[in-house]
């Protein structure tokens, strides 16, 4: 599936203003090598039931955003009016009200962004070191001293910064965050937490776009980064950040319409949507809200 138009989708998107009447927020620790504490936000109202992730690290950010949903007063929400705060927690609220607001018009976002009903969305395997044995599909690797990539099917290399030598990379291998300027196809990523982050002060414009919902605060202000790359000729790709419930499915979602064709992060995983092969997975996208609620 190509791109999709961007901007008149999110125009819609924009005008969604959900009915709320009641909130309910529930997390736990799930093992996933670690004990990642993982959450679920439900907004109800008109017969509709919303979903949102919270994907934050700490049991303190789980607990604070537990007692923020037990203040919640009923009324309608607009996820466009939703004040400025901690980027994971606004992340959540948005996304719910979003799917609350789609479901309660019977929209899709297919039919939001005239898209096709079903999307093929190509994936990477994100591993901080190479696992043994080699998974099949596409990898994204992060840097570790001295490591040669040769013959790796390696899509992005992420050095968070600390380096810029990655050798027996491809010519089409990314290279993320590089501590400094290379003639290689390079990202950016850490920085990049508003649409207005596409320039690195010191390593210029980007080829290409590492985009977080979490990190941005939710994902119109992703969609407005996405549009914003485009006009730049900077090729957006979408990050995951350890989803482990309905984010993972909501931000598959949205990839599919940003950069279906590009090393999205977002391997499909206990919580995605069905891998057709190692490299893609099969996204619907004609249900109503953000997706199924199961995958």
């Not at 043994?132 to 596409?138: E, L």
């Not at 990190?215 to 980064?225: D, K, Q, S, V, W």
Request: hydrophobic residues 40%; charged residues 25%.
């Amino acid at each position: 599936m190509r791109a999709q138009p961007l901007s008149p989708g999110l125009d819609r998107l924009l005008a969604l203003c959900p009915q709320v009447e009641s909130a309910s927020y529930r997390w736990s620790f799930v093992k996933v090598g670690w004990d990642r504490p993982h959450g679920e936000l439900v907004l109800a109202g008109a017969g509709s039931k919303g979903r949102g992730e919270l994907l934050s690290f700490t049991e303190a950010e789980h607990e604070r955003f537990r007692l923020d949903v037990l203040r919640f007063t009923p009324g309608r929400r607009s996820p466009a009016d939703l004040p400025d705060g901690e980027p994971y927690a606004r992340c959540a609220w948005e996304a719910a009200l979003l799917d609350l607001g789609l479901r309660q018009r019977g929209l899709s976002l297919a039919q939001v962004f005239g898209a096709p009903e079903r999307a093929r969305l190509r994936v990477c395997h994100s591993f901080r070191a190479l696992p043994s044995p080699r998974p099949a599909g596409t990898l994204k690797l992060d840097h570790q001293p001295g490591a040669n990539y040769a013959e790796l099917p390696v899509a992005v290399v992420d050095f968070k910064g600390r380096s810029h030598l990655a050798p027996g990379v491809t010519e089409r291998t990314v290279l993320e965050d590089p501590s400094r300027p290379v003639r290689a196809p390079w990202s950016l990523d850490q920085s990049v937490r508003t649409p207005a982050d596409l320039h690195h002060p010191r390593l210029g414009r980007p080829t290409c776009v590492n985009l977080k919902a979490g990190r941005m605060g939710g994902f119109l202000a992703t969609l407005r980064a996405a549009v914003a790359a485009r006009r730049l000729g900077i090729q957006p790709y979408w990050g995951g950040q350890w989803e482990l419930g309905v984010g993972r499915r909501q931000a598959q979602q949205l990839a599919a319409l940003v950069c279906p064709d590009a090393w999205n992060d977002l391997a499909s995983g206990a919580a995605g949507y069905r891998a057709q092969d190692p490299e893609f997975i099969d996204v619907p996208l004609a249900a109503p809200g953000l997706g199924p609620t199961e995958a």
